[in-house]
């Protein structure tokens, strides 16, 4: 007796546990973007990238991507739940990326550079 009850108890956290984490995955905006851009400085060399995703309920049109100067990367339609991955043209100046889309969507970004260990290749 003392055991089910145990159980029970114990079925029913992991079923509230799972729950809450598929409800913080659902969309809860129409329109949403998420933008992360990062910058990894080497010694010989930097690796850019930046990562798009549509985390909306509807689809995004007119996704642009620039980069500064006037490098810029036309996207097009982003549907829900749809990621990219974008590289900066060489010779960018890697400061921060403009994300515009329609409708009404603009952010600026600052690159991010990850975090170097003693000890890890790159560092």
């Known amino acids: 007796m003392r055991l089910a009850f145990v159980a029970a108890i114990a079925?029913?956290?992991v079923v509230a546990a799972v729950l809450a984490m598929y409800a913080s995955q659902v969309p809860t905006q129409d329109y949403s973007l998420s933008?992360?851009?990062l910058k990894d400085e080497q010694s010989l060399f930097?690796?850019?990238r930046?990562?798009?995703?549509?985390t909306g309920k509807i689809a995004l049109t007119n996704v642009m991507v620039s980069y500064g100067?006037?490098?810029?990367?036309f996207?097009?339609?982003?549907?829900?739940?749809?990621?990219t991955t974008v590289y900066p043209p060489e010779g960018t100046p890697l400061?921060?990326?403009?994300?515009?889309?329609?409708?009404?969507i603009r952010i600026v970004q600052a690159y991010r550079a990850p975090i170097k260990l003693p000890?890890?290749?790159g560092s």
């Open 11 to 13: 079925g029913g956290i």
């Open 35 to 37: 933008v992360d851009a």
């Open 46 to 48: 930097t690796n850019s």
């Open 50 to 54: 930046v990562v798009l995703s549509n």
């Open 69 to 73: 100067g006037n490098a810029t990367e």
């Open 75 to 83: 996207i097009g339609t982003m549907e829900p739940g749809y990621k």
């Open 95 to 104: 400061t921060s990326v403009t994300v515009t889309a329609d409708p009404d």
């Open 119 to 121: 000890g890890m290749i």
